[in-house]
């Protein structure tokens, strides 16, 4: 069974930067395309970068340049390094794993599994 697990969250200013993780386990996480979405309140959940099996990333257009996905599949952990973090960027942000299509629609369906979601808080 597939298990994700985030942590990373907070809260920081305008500008500044966070380190979000994601512990996989229950699955050969080596294998799978992995993704980090974020849904703020009242709005649609976002997809904001994957990383397929090989190391491709993908990130949405809002946060390139200032995001960066990266995994390490020895210690089974997906990472999203965020800098230069905007208010608008407050949401809970969720990792993804998906292991038969590496796309941000593949990742962002309800066949993906979830992990529970860490907060970020922005303020200006």
């Known amino acids: 069974q597939v298990r994700l697990v985030e942590s990373g969250g907070g809260s920081v200013q305008a500008g500044g930067s966070l380190r979000l993780s994601c512990a996989a386990s229950?699955?050969?996480?080596?294998?799978?395309?992995m993704g980090w979405f974020r849904q703020a309140p009242g709005k649609e959940r976002e997809g904001v970068a994957y990383?397929?099996?090989?190391?491709?990333?993908s990130y949405a257009d809002s946060v390139k340049g200032r995001f960066t996905i990266s995994r390490d599949n020895a210690k089974n952990t997906l990472y999203l390094q965020m800098n230069d973090l905007k208010p608008e960027e407050t949401a809970t942000y969720y990792c993804?794993?998906?292991?038969?299509?590496?796309?941000?629609?593949?990742?962002?369906?309800?066949?993906?599994?979830w992990g529970q979601g860490t907060q970020v808080t922005v303020s200006s």
């Open positions: 993804a794993a998906e292991g038969y299509s590496c796309t941000m629609v593949a990742l962002g369906s309800d066949k993906s599994s």
């Open positions: 229950g699955y050969t996480y080596s294998t799978y395309c």
């Open positions: 990383i397929d099996s090989d190391g491709t990333t």
